[in-house]
């Protein structure tokens, strides 16, 4: 028998949210892991909100949202009001009940900054990594360094010379004819207007520059998850730096090894690296100039190891660039950026982690 094409609409439903949700979904498995990281943190929202006055978004709402942005790719914080304003799973993990109104995305955003402030990115990171390590998932001697671009929010048009004061109207504000065709462009001599920490950088010889910031990741290499990241200024020798800098913050005092490409090939960089007790484990550059890494390292199979598993990094930063959206920064500033960049490596090592422990049923 053809059923019916009903179009009647009931006025209540009596199944609850949770009953919705799938047993073996994975966002269940990424919100226990959430949740138990947002307990950490709440004597830390309560020194970042005020006593009196209206009550604002709660944090933890806040964070799982953005959460949510990051997991699905979601391009706004105006699209992303209307996914949870329709999406029952949404609600379900941000904790919103199902008549709850959605919020207005410039209030979204202006609470937002409050996190910005309270640096909440770094500690949501480490308490994902407290987890991590309580389940044995964490190496504390084995490590890998690596860097990557992040496209800053801002066109070569916006790039002018550095004390100038161009106000010469436009036929066309929103998307002005700017011919710097012959004109020579440097970091020395131009800034952008719309993001002035943006420095122009490629990534090559034969590649074009294109307005950036880096970002840097280290890597343990027992699990592959994020354990430190940080967003510089793009310079020629940032990589390095931070990475010197991510493991002189390592905790301990033992002997570790540390891997990467051959742009970390450098004698200053393998002597930094000795002079904090790590054994260089970067991958040989012999092209142009003899090797800083000589048979005394090479020799041992750890070495061959570290090289098989620096690989890894490149996941970090493509599932970031792809998923997480950070191919090209929907934010501005270096500071704004740089949030969302550890945030993002945050979110990654909750997905992987719930991977790594399954996903058990309730």
């Known amino acids: 028998m053809r059923g019916p094409d009903d ?21 269940r498995a990424i919100r226990r892991l959430v949740d138990a990281a947002l307990k950490e ?3 830390r929202f309560d020194a970042i909100y005020a006593q009196t006055g209206r009550p604002s978004i709660p944090p933890e709402h806040l964070l799982r949202a953005l959460l949510l942005q990051v997991l699905f790719t979601i391009r706004s914080e105006r699209q992303l009001m209307e996914q949870l304003d329709y999406n029952l799973l949404y609600r379900w993990f941000v904790g919103l009940r199902m008549d709850d109104p959605v919020w207005v995305p410039t209030v979204f955003s202006k609470n937002r900054e409050r996190l910005l402030a309270g640096d909440i990115a770094a500690a949501f990171l480490a308490q994902i990594l407290a987890q991590a390590k309580a389940r044995d998932l964490l190496s504390t001697e084995h490590f890998t360094v690596d860097g990557t671009l992040i496209e800053a929010w801002a066109s070569q048009k916006s790039l002018r010379p550095i ?5 010469e109207p436009s036929a066309d504000p929103g998307n002005p004819t700017v011919d710097f065709r012959g004109e020579k462009r440097s970091n020395a001599t131009h800034r952008s207007t719309t993001d002035p920490e943006a420095r122009l950088y490629r990534k090559g010889n034969g590649k074009e520059s294109k307005l950036s910031y880096a970002g840097h990741v280290l890597m343990e290499n027992r699990s592959g998850l994020a354990v430190d990241g940080r967003l510089t200024i793009a310079d020629g020798t940032c990589e390095r730096e931070a990475a010197l800098a991510m493991v002189e913050e390592l905790p301990g005092s033992h002997l570790i090894t540390v891997g990467g490409d051959k742009g970390y090939d450098t004698r200053d960089f393998v002597e930094g690296l000795r002079e904090r007790l790590a054994t260089p484990h970067v991958a040989c550059n012999t092209s142009r100039r003899r090797s800083a890494i000589d048979g005394r390292t090479t020799r041992h199979p750890g070495y061959a190891i570290s090289q098989r598993c620096r690989k890894r990094v490149e996941e970090i930063f493509g599932w970031m660039k792809t998923v997480g959206g950070l191919r090209k920064t929907r ?29 058990p049923a309730g």
């Open 7 to 27: 179009r009647h609409e009931e006025f209540f439903s009596y199944v609850p949210l949770e009953a919705r949700v799938p047993k073996d979904h994975p966002l």
């Open 41 to 43: 943190l709440s004597p």
């Open 163 to 167: 004390g100038s004061d161009d106000k």
């Open 331 to 359: 934010h501005r500033g270096r500071e704004r950026v740089g949030w969302m960049f550890t945030f993002t490596l945050a979110v990654y090592d909750v997905a992987r982690m719930a991977r790594l422990i399954g996903s």
